[in-house]
C-alpha cells in the first residue's frame, strides 16, 4: 500500500488513555497522604510546570523520597485505562489509502509507570514520561527530563523531525491544563487538536471535544475533520475495526444573553447616582 500523507499522533496520558491520575495511585501504595492537596499546593506557586507536580514531590517531599522503580511499574498495573486503546494503536498503525500515522504517548507521568500500564499495546521507545535516574539501592536520584507544560511542545518538535512530518500534519489528544501549551503550539501551526474532557480552559482552544469512556472515540473527529470522511464512511470504519458506532450526539451550545438598547439605557438612567438624588428631591418636595 502506497502512503502518501504522514501524520503524528500524540496523546497524553493521566485521564487521556486512563480514568485515573497516576499520581493518585502512587499515594495510595506508598501511603503517602494528602497526595491532591499538596498538588493544589504546588499549582498555586507555580513552582513547577502544571503536570509536573509529581516529579517535584518524587524528589524534595519525605513521604515520595522512597520511591522506587519496581513502585512505579505496579502503579502502570493498577492504572484503569480507557477500552479499546489497543483497537485504536493498531487502527493508526495499519493506517488508511492514502494516510499513514505513527503513534506517541507524550506525558508528564513517570515513564516506567506508562510503558507498564501500555505494555503489549504500545512500544516502549513511543513513550516519552518523565525520565528518572536511580541509585544503587533503587531509590531515584535525580530526574532527567519532565514533559510537562512546554516540555511537551519540545518532544513534539523533536519527533516532526525525526518522522519527517510537516507540522500541519501533528494531532494532540489531551485532557487538561498541562496540554494547554501544546495544543496551542500545534494550533498556531495549523495542527488538529482534539480533547477528551469538559476542561473549560481546554474547550476553548481544542478544535473538537470528545466525551467517551473509549479511546477508539477520538479517531471520529480526525476522520471528519482532518481526513474528510463522511458519516456513514466513519460507521463502516468502526465495524471493520470489530466496534459499533453505537450514539454519536454531534452538540455545540452556544450562551447568549439579548438586550434591548433603549431597556438597557433606561436602566443605566434609573440607576445613574445624579438621577435618583433629582428624583428624591422631587419626592421630597411633593
Do not use: C
Not at 69 to 85: A, K
Amino acid at each position: 500500500m502506497a502512503f502518501s500523507k504522514h501524520f503524528l499522533v500524540a496523546s497524553d496520558f493521566d485521564q487521556t488513555l486512563s480514568f485515573n491520575d497516576s499520581g493518585s495511585i502512587l499515594s495510595e501504595l506508598i501511603g503517602a497522604s494528602r497526595f491532591q492537596d499538596k498538588v493544589d499546593g504546588l499549582a498555586g506557586t507555580n513552582l513547577v510546570q502544571q503536570g509536573g507536580e509529581l516529579a517535584y514531590l518524587i524528589r524534595h517531599d519525605p513521604e515520595f523520597r522512597g520511591v522506587r522503580r519496581e513502585h512505579l511499574e505496579e502503579t502502570g498495573r493498577r492504572v484503569r485505562l480507557r477500552s479499546n486503546i489497543p483497537a485504536l494503536v493498531e487502527f493508526l498503525d495499519r493506517g488508511l489509502d492514502g494516510y499513514r500515522f505513527s503513534f506517541f504517548v507524550i506525558s508528564a507521568a513517570p515513564r516506567e509507570v506508562i510503558q507498564s500500564a501500555l505494555a503489549g499495546i504500545v512500544a516502549p521507545d513511543h513513550v516519552f514520561g518523565t525520565e528518572l535516574e536511580y541509585d544503587a539501592s533503587g531509590e531515584v536520584r535525580s530526574i532527567v527530563r519532565v514533559p510537562a507544560g512546554y516540555g511537551k511542545v519540545r518532544v513534539v518538535e523533536e519527533l516532526e523531525s525525526r518522522l519527517g512530518t510537516a507540522p500541519d500534519r501533528t494531532i494532540y489528544i489531551g485532557d487538561g491544563s498541562s496540554d494547554v501549551h501544546v495544543m496551542l503550539h500545534v494550533n498556531n501551526r495549523s495542527g488538529f487538536t482534539v480533547a477528551v474532557s469538559e476542561n473549560t480552559q481546554l474547550a476553548r482552544i481544542a478544535r473538537r471535544t470528545v466525551l467517551s469512556d473509549d479511546a477508539f472515540s477520538v479517531t471520529v473527529p480526525i476522520l471528519e475533520d482532518v481526513l474528510g470522511r463522511g458519516v456513514g464512511e466513519i460507521r463502516t470504519l468502526f465495524e471493520s475495526n470489530g466496534l459499533t458506532l453505537a450514539q454519536w450526539d454531534k452538540a455545540r451550545t452556544d450562551r447568549v444573553t439579548v438586550g434591548d438598547p433603549r431597556q438597557q439605557a433606561a436602566i443605566a438612567g434609573e440607576t445613574n447616582p445624579l438621577r435618583l438624588a433629582l428624583a428624591d428631591e422631587d419626592e421630597a418636595v411633593a
